[in-house]
C-alpha cells in the first residue's frame, strides 16, 4: 500500500491552494510586505491547506503543540537574537517572548482567536512546548519550565524551574521540544551548544560537552570528555529521556550537531533531522538507541575537519561515516537548515499517509515526507518527496532564482504538528533569512498552514476522559500529547482495563494497536503476561520489538544481580523469535550487562550478523561495550588461524570492536597483498582507534610497507594520532624546544622597544613599522593586539604596513586590530542590480578564491566547500557573505589567535582541543599545540576571508563571482 501512495504522489503531482484572506482589516494590513503574494504553497494532489493562522493573533514560532481541544499553543521568538538586532528597528517584548494559545472558535478551519497564555522574561526564543495535561512544559535553555494550569482557565497557576544547567541561552543549538512517548515518559532533545551540567530530580548528574563554542555571547566555555554519572562521554546534541517526575534522566543517543526535534512513534523508534556545518550535508535518520550519530570526534574534543581523512567524501568525514561505533547517517538531504519533525499516524488523510515521517526543512521552504522501509536492522530513506513547499518543485527553485526579494523563498517552516482531527498543522517563521543568528523581517510575522484531504471537513472530536471508552478513545487520537491523557488515565486503574485495552490489539490502525502493548506493559503481572505472549507469538516485526522495549529493564552499571537476571531471561525467550530488528533490541539492552551474565547470549546474536548490515553491526558492538577484550579472546581460537582468510562477519566485527587482543590479526591483514585495498584500509583504521602503544608502533611499522596504500594511509594516522589518542604514548617531538632564528630575536627586540614609554617616539615607530612588515614581527604584533598591548598611538602607523605584510594570513587577522586604509564601502544592492559575466567570475575565483575555497574542481577545501552554494545562498545572500564575511560565521570557521610560552604566534581555524589544541591555518596546514604551553587564545571576531574592497574588488567583480558560484543565466 505504500509503494501505491507514493507513485500516487509522485504521479498526481502538486496543486496550489488558497490563500487565507481573513475578515479582520488588522490581519491585512499587518502582513510582511508581499507576505499576501506568496501565501501559495504546493501540496499533494489530494490534499488542500488553508491558511489557518497568521499574524498578528501570534508572532515567528518556533515550535507548536495540539490540546485536546484543537488549539494549537504556539512558543513565540520575538526576543530572538537581539544581540544581533537592534530592539528599536525590530518588534521587541521587554517582558520576555510568550507561549499563545490559538483557536478556531466557530469551526471553519481558520484561526480566529489567540490569547497568551504566559509572558515571562526567562523565556528567551523558547524553541520547544508539550501541553501534557494541565502542565505546559517549555524548553527554553538554560531551564525545563513547567506552567501547570490547575483550574483550567488558560492563566499558569504555578512555575517550575524543572531541570535547569542546559548551555545555549538564545542560541539555536539549546533545548528542543518535549513530548510524552508511548512509553508515558517524556522525550526531548538538545543541541551541541554546551555544556550540559543538569542534575535530575533523583540527584543523576549529565555532564556533558565538546568543543563547540559561539553562535551568541553567551556560549563561551565548553569541553569534550566528560563523564556523567553512568561513567559515560556524551558529546554534542544529545536525544534525552526521563520519567514525568524528572527522575531517571537517560541519554538515548548522542553527537548531533544540532537535531531541532526528535520525533518518536507509537513503536518507540526515534526520528530526526539534524543540520551541518555550511558544506550541503543535512541528514534525516532513525536513532538508534545508545548509538553515537558521529558528528564530533567520540570524545568531543575534535571537529570532523580535524579528522578527515585522504579521499573521504565530504558526507562521510561530516559525520564519521568510516569510523567504527558511528551510526549509519542516514539521507544526504544536502544544503539547508532542517527544523521541526513528525510522524504521522492518523487516518483522516488517507491511510497511504499513515506512517509518513515530516521533516521540515526552513533553509529549503519546504516540508520533506518519508515512508521509510524496514531494511535488515535498520531503515531505508530512499523515497523522499515535497509534502509542503512554496515552490511547485523543491530542486529546481535553486537553479534560477537570483534575489531576495522573491517571498516564496520566505517560507520557512518551524514545526509540523498533528491535530486531535487528524489534520496536519505547520508553522511558517515568515523571513527573508535563516541561520546567521539573526532574523530580518522586523514584524516578527508568522503562519500556520492547515492540510486537510481535498474536499472533506475534518473537526475536533469530544473526548470524554470521565469514561474508559473516552479514555481508549483519547489513547487512540493522533495528536501525540493528547492521547497520552488516555494513557495516563487508563495506568492508574491497573488491570481492570486490560480487556478494553487488548482489544486495541485488532485496531486497524497498527499505530494504535502499538500504542496497545505499550499500555499493557505497565497495567500488573497481567499486562506483562499479555506482552509476553504476543512477543513470542505475533508475526509483526515492529510488533514484536515494541513489546521488547516495554517489557526490558533499564540495566545500569548499578543494577541489581536479580534485574539483571531478568533481562538475560527476557532476552533468551525472545532469542526463540527469528526476527532482525528484534536481535537488535536484545543486543542494545545488554550494553550494561557484565559479559559473564550475557555470554550465553552472544553466539546466536552473532549468527545473525550478514556481513553487511551496518545498523546490526552497531547493535552488536553496543551489546559488547567494554566486554571487547573478553569477547576476542573467546571467540578467537575459533576462527581461521591466518587472519587474511577470515569471513566478512568476522573482520567486520574486528573492525567494530577493535580489541587491543587483535592488534596482530589486524596488522596482519593490513599488509595482506591477497585483500583488497579497502578491506586492508579498514584493518588500518581499526588499529588507529586502539588507544596503546602497541598500536603506534604497529602503525609506525606499517608506514614501511612496500604497499602503496598500507604506506600512505599508515603515515596519515602517525601523524594523526601522535596529536591526540597515541600523544603520551611515545616521544612524537623532540625534548629541546625549537630556537629562534637572529632575525626573529631582533623582532623581540623590536617590540620591546615599541613597548617601552621611555623610548623616543621615532624610534618606537620605527619598530612598529619593521615588525608590520615582517612575518614573525607580525605575528607578534598581532599576539600583542589580542591582549589590548598596542600602544594607540602607534595603531595607525601600524596599520599603513602591516597590510602589505607578506603573510597573507597576517594580512587578513589584521583588519580584527587595524583600520584597513581602502574601507569597505560596497554595495550588496548595487552588486545585485548587475548582470553577471560568467566567464569573467570564473577568473576571480581562481585569482582570489582557490587557496582556501574549492568550487566544483577548482581550489582547496581550507574553508567550505562551495560547488552546492547555490543550494544555500541565492545571489543577495551570497553577495552578502562576501561583502560582510564576518557578520555570519560559519561553525568551525571562527578564528583563533593563540600564542604560546616559547612566543611562537599561530592562527588559523581550532578543528580539535583537548591535551593538545589543534589549529588549521588558511593554508591547510594543522599545527598540534599542547595545551600546556598556550600562554593565550583569543577567538577573533573577523573572518579569515579577506573583505573584497581589500582586495580591490568592485561591485560589478562580485556580480560575476556570485553569478559563476551560482550558475546563473549570462
Request: proline residues 5%.
Amino acid at each position: 500500500m505504500q509503494n501505491t501512495a507514493i507513485k500516487l504522489i509522485l504521479l498526481l503531482g502538486f496543486v496550489s491552494v488558497f490563500s487565507f484572506t481573513g475578515t479582520d482589516t488588522l490581519q491585512n494590513e499587518y502582513r510582511a510586505e508581499g507576505a499576501a503574494d506568496s501565501n501559495r504553497v504546493y501540496v499533494p494532489d489530494d490534499l488542500e491547506a488553508t491558511l489557518w493562522a497568521e499574524a498578528p493573533l501570534f508572532y515567528n514560532p518556533t515550535n507548536m503543540d495540539i490540546d485536546a481541544k484543537g488549539r494549537v499553543w504556539i512558543t513565540e521568538a520575538v526576543n530572538y537574537r537581539n544581540f544581533n538586532n537592534k530592539p528599536d528597528q525590530k518588534l521587541t517584548f521587554n517582558e520576555g517572548d510568550r507561549v499563545m494559545i490559538l483557536e478556531d472558535t466557530d469551526g471553519d478551519g481558520k484561526a480566529d482567536k489567540s490569547k497568551v497564555f504566559v509572558q515571562d522574561k526567562d523565556l528567551v526564543a523558547p524553541l520547544g512546548i508539550g501541553v501534557i495535561g494541565n502542565k505546559v512544559v517549555v524548553s527554553c535553555a538554560p531551564n525545563i519550565i513547567i506552567y501547570t494550569d490547575e483550574n483550567g482557565d488558560d492563566i499558569p497557576d504555578k512555575k517550575e524551574i524543572f531541570l535547569t544547567g542546559f548551555g545555549g541561552l538564545d542560541h539555536d543549538h539549546s533545548l528542543h521540544s518535549l513530548t510524552a512517548g508511548p512509553d508515558g515518559r517524556w522525550h526531548f532533545n538538545t543541541g551541541n551548544a554546551g555544556p550540559h551540567n543538569v542534575n535530575d530530580k533523583s540527584g543523576w548528574t549529565l555532564r556533558s560537552g565538546s568543543i563547540y563554542t559561539g553562535g551568541t555571547p553567551y556560549n563561551k566555555e565548553n569541553q569534550g570528555n566528560q563523564k556523567s554519572d553512568d561513567g559515560r562521554i556524551w558529546v554534542g546534541g544529545l536525544s534525552l529521556r526521563m520519567n514525568a517526575d524528572g527522575t531517571g534522566l537517560k541519554v538515548m543517543a548522542h553527537n548531533f550537531r544540532n537535531s531541532y526535534e526528535i520525533a518518536i512513534d507509537s513503536y518507540g523508534d526515534y526520528w530526526q533531522n539534524d543540520n551541518d556545518d555550511q558544506v550541503v550535508t543535512c541528514r534525516t535518520s532513525w536513532v538508534m538507541e545508545g548509538s553515537n550519530a558521529g558528528y564530533f570526534s567520540a570524545d568531543g574534543t575534535r571537529t570532523w575537519q580535524a579528522d578527515r581523512r585522504p579521499s573521504q567524501d565530504m558526507f562521510t568525514t561530516h559525520w564519521h561515516q568510516e569510523d567504527p561505533g558511528v551510526l549509519l547517517a542516514g539521507d544526504n538531504t544536502g544544503a539547508g537548515s532542517p527544523t521541526g519533525m513528525l510522524v504521522y499516524e492518523g487516518d483522516a488523510l488517507g491511510e497511504k499517509y499513515r506512517g509518513t515521517v515530516l521533516s521540515c526543512e526552513a533553509g529549503r521552504n519546504v516540508v520533506w515526507a518519508y515512508w521509510p522501509k524496514a531494511k535488515g536492522a535498520g531503515f531505508d530513506f530512499s523515497q523522499r518527496v515535497d509534502f509542503i513547499s512554496s515552490f511547485p518543485k523543491v530542486e529546481e527553485h535553486y537553479i534560477w532564482h537570483e534575489t531576495g526579494k522573491d517571498k516564496r523563498k520566505w517560507f520557512r517552516p518551524s514545526d509540523a504538528a498533528t491535530g486531535p482531527d487528524g489534520a496536519i498543522y505547520v508553522a511558517d517563521w515568515y523571513d527573508p533569512v535563516v541561520g546567521g543568528h539573526q532574523m530580518h523581517d522586523k514584524k516578527g510575522y508568522g503562519r500556520i498552514y492547515r492540510i486537510t484531504p481535498k474536499g472533506k471537513k475534518l473537526s475536533t472530536p469530544t473526548l470524554d476522559l470521565g469514561s474508559v471508552k473516552g479514555q481508549i478513545e483519547a489513547l487512540k487520537n493522533p495528536a501525540i500529547n493528547v492521547r497520552n491523557l488516555g494513557f495516563v488515565a487508563l495506568q492508574a486503574q491497573g488491570e481492570k482495563v486490560i480487556p478494553a485495552v487488548k482489544a486495541l490489539l485488532g485496531d486497524a490502525n497498527p499505530f494504535v494497536q502499538a500504542r496497545a502493548v505499550w499500555l499493557l506493559a505497565q497495567l500488573g503481572a497481567a499486562g506483562k503476561t499479555e506482552v509476553e505472549q504476543l512477543l513470542l507469538q505475533s508475526t509483526d516485526a515492529r510488533l514484536q520489538t515494541a513489546a521488547f522495549r516495554a517489557l526490558k529493564h533499564d540495566i545500569t552499571p548499578s543494577s541489581s544481580p536479580q534485574e539483571i537476571a531478568q533481562q538475560v531471561d527476557l532476552c533468551q525467550k525472545a532469542l526463540k523469535v527469528a526476527s532482525l530488528p528484534l536481535y537488535r533490541e536484545i543486543a542494545i539492552s545488554l550494553r550494561d550487562v557484565p559479559y559473564a551474565a550475557m555470554a550465553s547470549l552472544i553466539s546466536p546474536l552473532e549468527a545473525a550478523f550478514d556481513g553487511k548490515d551496518r545498523y546490526y553491526l552497531e547493535a552488536l558492538g553496543t551489546a559488547l561495550d567494554g566486554k571487547e577484550e573478553s569477547y576476542f579472546q573467546k571467540v578467537r581460537p575459533q576462527w581461521p588461524q591466518n587472519a587474511a582468510k577470515w569471513t566478512p562477519q568476522q573482520a567486520w566485527m574486528a573492525w567494530r570492536l577493535h580489541p587491543k587482543a587483535a592488534l596482530v590479526d589486524l596488522k596482519t591483514r593490513a599488509s595482506s597483498p591477497t585483500l583488497s585495498s579497502e578491506e586492508r584500509k579498514r584493518a588500518i583504521t581499526a588499529i588507529a582507534f586502539i588507544k596503546d602503544k602497541s598500536a603506534a608502533l604497529a602503525m609506525l611499522d606499517l608506514t614501511k610497507s612496500t604497499l602503496k596504500d598500507v604506506a600512505e594511509q599508515a603515515f596519515y594516522w602517525v601523524n594523526f594520532r601522535k596529536t591526540n589518542d597515541w600523544q603520551s604514548l611515545l616521544d612524537w617531538q623532540e625534548a629541546a624546544a625549537t630556537q629562534l632564528s637572529p632575525a626573529q630575536k631582533q623582532m623581540l627586540t623590536w617590540k620591546d622597544i615599541m613597548t617601552d614609554a621611555n623610548a623616543p617616539i621615532a624610534k618606537r615607530e620605527e619598530a612598529a613599522k619593521t615588525l608590520a612588515g615582517d612575518v614573525f614581527g607580525g605575528q607578534l604584533l598581532l599576539a600583542a593586539a589580542s591582549e589590548n598591548k598596542i600602544p594607540k598611538e602607534l595603531r595607525p602607523l601600524i596599520a599603513q604596513t602591516i597590510f602589505n605584510n607578506p603573510d597573507r594570513s597576517i594580512r587578513m587577522m589584521a583588519g580584527d586590530y587595524f583600520p584597513r586604509p581602502s574601507g569597505k564601502g560596497l554595495s550588496v544592492s548595487l552588486a545585485a542590480s548587475f548582470p553577471a559575466d560568467l566567464g569573467k567570475g570564473k577568473q576571480i575565483f581562481q585569482t582570489h578564491c582557490t587557496s582556501c575555497h574549492r568550487f566544483q574542481q577548482d581550489g582547496k577545501e581550507i574553508g567550505p566547500d562551495l560547488t552546492l552554494i547555490g543550494k544555500k545562498f541565492d545571489k543577495e545572500g551570497l553577495l552578502d557573505a562576501i561583502i560582510n564575511p564576518s557578520a555570519s560565521l560559519a561553525f568551525g570557521y571562527e578564528p583563533w589567535i593563540i600564542q604560546t610560552k616559547d612566543k611562537n604566534t599561530y592562527y588559523g581555524f581550532v578543528v580539535g582541543d583537548g591535551a593538545n589544541v589543534l589549529l588549521r591555518d588558511v593554508a591547510g596546514k594543522t599545527s598540534a599545540i599542547k595545551a600546556s604551553q598556550i600562554a593565550s587564545r583569543q577567538q577573533l571576531k573577523n573572518s579569515l576571508m579577506p573583505e573584497p574592497s581589500s582586495l580591490g574588488l568592485k561591485e560589478k567583480d562580485l556580480s560575476d563571482l556570485a553569478g559563476y558560484l551560482l550558475g546563473l543565466p549570462k
